[in-house]
């Protein structure tokens, strides 16, 4: 009951901006459009404005928790129309500053020491201010220009109370909304919920800023400036302060001689290494957060800002999607269907067949255009969106993927009209995968896991024994199937199989691993040679699909 006249007012505004059928979607909301001549009208008029612009406007009046929200909503493309969907992220929480004398307590209290202790200037006019905080310029001690991130006073209070609406809001769809199965409105707000969380945590930030520095230290490609530590805390961020020229604004990076052709090309390839190279991505790359650094017109390179979304992928995942992009940038749609069966995003009871008709289906139209016209971001919603119909099982990790290659894709293509997606991103992913993959690596994987291996060496022998006392008791289920008898026999031979040179696997590394602590006194060869034999092992009783 406490949520309830905040609810009333979510409603009232909804009616404002003329988005009647989100009211009539909670059954709960009806009985208000009688009062409808009564609510206040929006402060624009919106005859004639689409619903996607409308929703934008209604979610901007209600404030900046649920322009985070409809952010979020923005990337499920899988879930919201398209329309809805592109309105959605133009979103922007701008919202007016707080004081800046409130600004310098906040960091005084944070850092434990006086402002004048700690930075030779500080300029309380912010340069810029959001919902969670804002950004104001400083000098520290020793001359370098930073920026200082502050959160606005008392916003874990406020987001709390109104996570807490959004949920309400959330159970009322779950429960009344006719589609409330496609949208999942309450994995929408625990998405919210979560992105909120993060975005918190200064010192978070900072350590994703680090990292992602660290991944590009060149700095020849994308720069990342540097996380000042001593200045930094929960709700103080102090980074290295950076120039730079927005990646959408086209007459300035001209008017700077930049060669856009080379940054679109260098946009892609950065978002592969993030992605497959380093599993560690920025996942709010809209123009406000991506610059170009306009002293290097030759050899031009992006400026990241904002590490407060950043993305990474289970290891499992991160292959089989890079699998999947090098299936779809080769045609193969029935290497396609079989990816996603193995990599369990949806069960092994669908037709392989009709799941790769499927595909080919989505795919098909796409290749008849030039390469160069082809939107792989929209290639890739569109499979997501038909996968879902064969019970498509995906992780929020993938849906900030596609939602980050959506706006790569659209800041490549800003920039250079002409670009070939697909020219560059295969040769850049195929790379990417030979090195990451290489028996080299792996060999070397291999040896950082020997601890793990022979910590639980000695385990073997009772787990062997257990499973052969199973399986000599009989203790399965009948089966009177003689097609699905046969199947399991298949199954056991394999399981079997897999089994015996798992063993012999293990053992080879485990001599190759003693053998390479006598690799001074008998030269390195007889290790490689039993590494190479027991990977070989490993490779031959590996689980094949029959």
């Not at 098909?364 to 030039?370: A, K, S, V």
């Amino acid at each position: 009951m406490k949520v309830v006249p905040r609810v009333m007012r979510v409603a009232f505004v909804l009616l404002a901006y003329r988005l009647d059928e989100l009211v009539d979607a909670a059954h709960l909301f009806r009985p208000l459009k009688l009062v409808r001549p009564l609510v206040a009208k929006p402060r624009i008029n919106v005859e004639g404005l689409s619903r996607g612009a409308r929703l934008r406007l209604a979610l901007t009046d209600l404030g900046p928790i649920f322009v985070k929200a409809g952010q979020v909503l923005s990337t499920r493309r899988d879930l919201v129309p398209a329309d809805i969907a592109d309105e959605l992220a133009l979103l922007q929480d701008q919202v007016p500053p707080f004081p800046g004398a409130e600004a310098r307590a906040i960091v005084e209290q944070e850092l434990k020491a006086p402002i004048a202790t700690l930075y030779s200037s500080f300029d309380e006019m912010p340069l810029a201010s959001a919902s969670i905080a804002q950004v104001h310029a400083a000098t520290l001690h020793d001359g370098s220009a930073v920026v200082v991130k502050v959160l606005r006073p008392g916003i874990d209070k406020q987001i709390a109370r109104d996570v807490k609406l959004l949920r309400s809001l959330g159970e009322l769809a779950q429960r009344w909304h006719p589609n409330a199965d496609k949208i999942r409105p309450l994995d929408v707000v625990a998405e919210v919920e979560k992105m909120l969380e993060n975005e918190l945590d200064l010192q978070r930030e900072g350590a994703s800023a680090s990292l992602l520095r660290r991944n590009f230290e060149s700095g020849v490609d994308l720069y990342v400036p540097a996380v000042h530590w001593d200045h930094t805390a929960a709700r103080v961020l102090t980074l290295e302060r950076v120039y730079g020229v927005s990646c959408d604004d086209i007459a300035e990076l001209d008017a700077a001689g930049i060669d856009r052709k080379a940054l679109a090309v260098k946009g892609v390839r950065v978002f592969y290494e993030q992605v497959f190279r380093d599993n560690f991505f920025h996942a709010d790359a809209h123009p406000g957060n991506i610059w170009v650094d306009t002293t290097r017109p030759t050899e031009p390179r992006f400026i990241a800002l904002d590490f407060g979304i950043m993305g990474s992928l289970p290891e499992a995942d991160q292959y089989w999607l890079a699998q999947n992009f090098i299936a779809l940038f080769e045609r193969d749609y029935a290497r396609i269907a079989q990816l996603h069966v193995d990599a369990g995003w949806m069960p092994s009871t669908v037709r392989i067949d009709e799941l790769t008709a499927a595909v080919r289906t989505v795919c098909e139209p796409y290749f008849t255009r030039p390469l160069s016209q082809i939107s792989l971001a929209e290639l890739v919603v569109k499979l997501f969106q038909t996968a879902r119909r064969y019970e498509l099982t995906l992780q929020p990790q993938l849906i900030l993927l596609q939602k980050t290659l959506l706006n790569i894709e659209g800041v490549g293509r800003m920039l250079d009209p002409q670009i070939d997606i697909w020219a560059v991103a295969h040769p850049v992913l195929k790379r990417i995968l030979r090195e990451r993959y290489s028996p080299l690596r792996t060999l070397k994987e291999a040896r950082k896991r020997l601890p793990e291996w022979f910590h639980a060496a000695p385990q073997f022998p009772e787990l062997i024994r257990d499973a052969l006392r199973q399986v000599a008791k009989g203790e399965r289920a009948q089966v009177d199937d003689p097609l699905e008898l046969a199947q399991r026999r298949e199954e056991m031979h394999r399981s079997r199989r897999s089994l015996a040179f798992g063993l012999l696997g293990g053992s080879l590394l485990v001599g190759a691993a003693v053998l390479w602590t006598q690799a001074l006194e008998h030269g390195a060869w007889p290790a490689t040679v039993a590494a190479v034999a027991g990977l070989l092992s490993f490779a031959w009783g590996w689980p094949r699909r029959p």
